[in-house]
């Protein structure tokens, strides 16, 4: 177990339980946050961008290449 793991235990262990939602919701937004670091933009977009890529016209201006 890694020092600051074993830390984060230790600080839990000397909380009162009444605390543990707590601790437990920003566990779960640190969580959360993390995974919309991938902008849902980008994801959102590609299909709308698909119709422009798979077009003859695109096949086309890139076969130089």
Do not use: C, G, H, N
């Amino acid at each position: 177990m890694s020092p600051a793991k074993e830390e984060i235990i230790s600080e839990l262990e000397d909380l009162p339980p009444r605390t543990y939602s707590e601790v437990l919701d920003f566990i779960r937004f640190l969580k959360f946050r993390r995974r919309k670091a991938v902008p849902d933009t980008a994801l959102a977009s590609e299909p709308v961008l698909r119709k422009d890529w798979l077009r003859p016209e695109e096949d086309e201006a890139w076969s130089d290449l």
